[in-house]
């Protein structure tokens, strides 16, 4: 990443005054803590400044804060003159609201990202693919600009960077992560709230439905992936919601045999939302990409309509086309 690109983005948003931050829809720790730790910067510059998210603050990140977060893109302003994006390139994987506004918007934008595979075409944009987290480019923007880093930055930051690393075990993990990790605790990041947030969190109902995933759970030796779903009556009978099934895929992933751990759940009649993750043994990207899909090597996702072992066929021979 050159200086020079980080020249010209602060130069963007010194010169911009009514800024709108969007994440993407499902939010995580990376898209939260990257879209408010910036939002908290720009307020000290006392820039006018709101965040855009389709969806509400899951329980297990409601520590991280915002005033100013809109669900509806009625409530903004009509007089912006920047919009960033922040941990998506892809104004889809905002939602369908941010697609139509975007039709009619003229202005700046600013694409701040670490995802494979852009879609959004704009000439502004910090994109990083060797960055473990986006809360990492956020980071850097805001060292470039000298706003100085307080607590509660820190720790919106160091979100982003524990949940999109999983705690630094994920194979996206580098000399840059921990360096930037370090450097936020040194700000005052509260790594126990953290940690005591997104691990200690779950609540006993999530066992309920987790013995329905276990129960549908596959392992295909050929393909060596770890598959399973539940379906929207498993969390209504549960009474669960989708943040009870979060990690899935990536908890597969933790037995030797599985090289890839598939996480399927149930959006509306037989249309599904996929979860890939794997650490190293394909590009997942590159299979989500032929679902219409996006993410990264490691982990990605699409979304699909059809029959559930259909799925899980075509997805096991991809896999072996591509190994
Ligand atoms: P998750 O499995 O946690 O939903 O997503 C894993 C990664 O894949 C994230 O980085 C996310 O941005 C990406 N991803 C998940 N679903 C989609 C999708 O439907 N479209 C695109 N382009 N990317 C996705
Ligand atoms: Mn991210």
């Known amino acids: 990443m050159s200086i020079f690109n980080l020249e010209k983005i602060s130069s963007l948003i010194s010169n911009s005054h009514n800024i709108l931050i969007v994440s993407h829809y499902d939010p995580d720790g990376d898209a939260l803590g990257s879209s408010i730790g910036l939002y908290?910067?720009?307020?000290?510059?006392?820039?006018?400044?709101?965040?855009?998210?389709?969806?509400?603050?899951?329980?297990?990140?409601?520590?991280?804060?915002?005033?100013?977060?809109?669900?509806?893109?009625?409530?903004?302003?009509?007089?912006?003159?920047?919009?960033?994006?922040?941990?998506?390139?892809?104004?889809?994987?905002?939602?369908?609201?941010?697609?139509?506004?975007?039709?009619?918007?003229?202005?700046?934008?600013?694409?701040?990202?670490?995802?494979?595979?852009?879609?959004?075409?704009?000439?502004?944009?910090?994109?990083?693919?060797?960055?473990?987290?986006?809360?990492?480019?956020?980071?850097?923007?805001?060292?470039?600009?000298?706003?100085s880093i307080n607590k509660l930055i820190a720790t919106n930051l160091l979100t982003g960077i524990i949940t999109d690393t999983s705690s630094f075990k994920n194979s996206n993990t580098n000399s840059q992560s921990l360096e930037i990790a370090s450097k936020l605790l040194d700000f005052g990041a509260d790594l126990n709230l953290i940690n005591s947030s997104i691990y200690n969190d779950r609540s006993i109902k999530r066992i309920d439905l987790e013995k329905k995933i276990l129960s549908n759970f596959l392992f295909d030796n050929d393909s060596r992936t770890g598959f399973s779903y539940c379906t929207l009556e498993d969390y209504r009978k549960t009474n669960t919601t989708k943040e009870d099934s979060e990690g899935m895929a990536n908890y597969f992933l933790h037995h030797k045999e599985i090289m890839i751990g598939i996480f399927v759940r149930e959006i509306d009649k037989k249309s599904w939302k996929v979860s890939l993750r794997s650490n190293g043994y394909i590009d997942l990207s590159k299979l989500a990409n032929m679902f219409g899909g996006g993410g990264h090597k490691n982990a990605a996702g699409f979304k699909y309509s059809g029959e559930i072992e259909d799925l899980r066929k075509d997805l096991n021979n991809k896999i072996i086309d591509e190994k």
Not at 124 to 137: M, P, Q, R
């Open 40 to 147: 908290e910067a720009l307020n000290k510059i006392k820039k006018n400044c709101y965040v855009y998210n389709r969806d509400k603050i899951p329980d297990y990140l409601s520590f991280i804060k915002c005033r100013n977060l809109i669900n509806c893109l009625s409530d903004v302003p009509n007089d912006l003159d920047l919009i960033i994006f922040v941990d998506l390139n892809d104004y889809e994987r905002a939602g369908s609201e941010m697609e139509k506004y975007m039709i009619n918007f003229k202005n700046n934008i600013l694409v701040i990202d670490h995802h494979q595979n852009p879609k959004i075409n704009s000439t502004n944009s910090l994109i990083d693919t060797s960055c473990s987290a986006t809360a990492i480019l956020i980071f850097k923007i805001i060292d470039h600009m000298q706003i």
